[in-house]
């Protein structure tokens, strides 16, 4: 059986399930059915307007956003599928607070649900910075289906890790 980097942490129960769809070619049948297509977010102009939409129905009184942009550079064999990056800056007398986020270019061509769940993430960084229950409660109230299209990512993750393509 194949490692499967991206459920390393879910059950051996659950490796085995997605290695017999794997085994079967069915992987990419399980994916395209429950998300046929991709999403119309190429630009990082439009990448912006859709991640401010959603700060402002969610995270009204939160800090703006400064930057949001696909890049290229994010690494997901590193964990990192988007980032949120803080930065200040010292204008004169006055400390200034830049935030951005970076989406891996990889979600370019994803189903708009998996946009969406990495989104949602980095927003949820701009009130919670670690990994906490707190975190997670507001992805959820974001995402209600946060946890499954986490999964259902993984899953697409791994598909196009095999050399696959979907869109």
């Known amino acids: 059986m194949a490692t499967l980097k991206y459920l390393a942490g879910y059950s051996a129960a659950v490796n085995e399930q997605v290695q017999r769809l794997i085994d079967t070619d069915k992987l990419a049948a399980v994916l395209a059915k429950k998300y046929p297509a991709s999403h119309s977010v190429k630009t990082d102009k439009a990448l912006y307007t859709y991640t401010v939409d959603l700060k402002n129905q969610f995270l009204r009184q939160s800090n703006p956003l400064s ?60 009130r919670e910075k670690q990994h906490n229950k707190a975190f997670y409660k507001l992805c959820e109230y974001m995402e209600p289906d946060y946890h499954q299209l986490e999964f259902d990512m993984r899953l697409y993750l791994t598909y196009l890790d095999m050399g696959g393509r979907l869109y």
């Open 67 to 126: 930057k949001v942009v696909y890049d290229d550079k994010l690494d997901v064999l590193h964990q990192a599928l988007g980032l949120h990056t803080f930065i200040s800056r010292v204008q004169g007398s006055n400390l200034k607070a830049k935030h951005e986020i970076r989406v891996g270019s990889v979600f370019k061509t994803a189903p708009l649900e998996f946009l969406r769940m990495i989104v949602v993430h980095e927003l949820a960084h701009l």
